[in-house]
């Protein structure tokens, strides 16, 4: 029987977790409900916040909402709640995403290991910066594929070959943007720039583009593009990223959504590893590019993110909305 009161600051708290999640171009594209009788926060999308050029089917939308799932799943088993989450439990309302019930749970409950993560989710920050050309010892890298795994993921660090594959596609979609100017138009809604980057609630502002890359083959997606930012820097990145591609078995929205928890729940391990990360999904915008992303040998699945995974500065925190603004009460 739950007997604990879950009152609008434990449920605004938890909230508050959730939305640190990352998303594409900070757009943070969710919404939280919470049913006091059912004792449930339900999350729906915010179509408001989809990108029609650049996401289309919504792949992006759902992966960024999956990430804020799992954080709450962390943050209300760190809480001492037992979480039961159902993906899109009503076909009748498509805009809602998951539900997450909130039962109460004994000290020893956490048996799946959420809870040692909580410390990591507002310590993890997309780094657009150099990282070192260090390894990443093989235990890390264990460490990170059990993670995706857990969450009915996987993730595949690719050998050299497929690594410049990869980066190959990257950069064969920034020519596509440079020469189709209405490609950019949804990097450009959701940039900040100058002393609107002060005040953003999302967004990637420019103080999180990072330097210019003077050479180097980091996947990185240029948020300035050919507009000045102030003091922004060129220097050069790492010649040998390392590289992880996240997979899952199938690719319909259920699968956007565990892929979404999956890597939130590897940058979480990640963090606490003490690796910085960042993330590109600029050549998996486009379908045809998307399909060669993928190890013809040892990959499976559904391509859904690229991560750049090393040692280096851990990046700054980017504006997110204030709960109010994405939480109701009924």
């Known amino acids: 029987m739950d007997t604990r009161q879950l009152d609008a600051k434990i449920v605004t708290a938890l909230v508050g977790e959730a939305v640190a999640a990352p998303s594409m171009h900070n757009a943070q594209p969710w919404r ?6 059912e004792r449930a926060l339900q999350l729906l999308a915010d179509p408001d916040r989809a990108m029609p050029r650049s996401d289309p089917e919504n792949r992006a939308l759902h992966i960024g909402c999956g990430a804020a799932l799992f954080n709450l799943r962390v943050a209300a088993v760190h809480a001492g709640f037992a979480p039961v989450a159902e993906l899109l439990p009503d076909p009748a309302e498509p805009l809602l995403l998951a539900t997450v019930r909130l039962g109460e749970a004994p000290p020893s ?3 799946d290991g959420l ?4 410390p990591a989710i507002r310590e993890r920050h997309t780094s657009r910066h150099p990282f070192d050309e260090k390894d990443i010892p093989e235990d890390a890298r264990a460490a990170l594929r059990n993670a995706a795994h857990r969450e009915g993921a996987e993730l595949l660090f690719p050998g050299p070959w497929h690594v410049e594959t990869v980066l190959g596609l ?3 979609a920034e020519s596509r943007d440079a020469s189709n100017p209405e490609g950019m138009e949804d990097l450009h809604r959701w940039t900040r720039l100058g002393p609107e980057a002060d005040i953003a609630t999302d ?6 583009f ?3 890359m003077r050479d180097g083959k980091a996947p990185l997606r240029d948020f300035a593009g050919r507009r000045p930012v102030a003091d922004r820097g060129t220097t050069s990145f790492e010649r040998n990223p390392h590289l992880a591609l996240l997979s899952t078995p199938g690719d319909a929205p259920s699968d956007w959504l565990r892929a979404g928890q999956a890597l939130e729940r590897v940058l979480l391990e990640a963090t606490l590893a003490g690796l910085a990360t960042s993330l590109t999904s600029h050549a998996l915008e486009s379908p045809d590019l998307r399909l060669l992303a993928r190890d013809p040998v040892a990959g499976s699945g559904h391509v859904q993110m690229v991560l750049r995974v090393g040692y280096g500065p851990h990046g700054p ?3 997110r909305r204030p709960v109010r603004d994405v939480l109701d009460f009924v």
């Open 115 to 118: 809870a040692r993560l909580h």
């Open 109 to 111: 409950a956490d048996e």
């Open 210 to 212: 990072g330097p210019r």
């Open 317 to 319: 925190a980017t504006p």
């Open 32 to 37: 939280f409900r919470f049913v006091a009788g």
């Open 170 to 172: 990257v950069h064969d």
């Open 203 to 208: 967004g990637v502002p420019e103080y999180a």
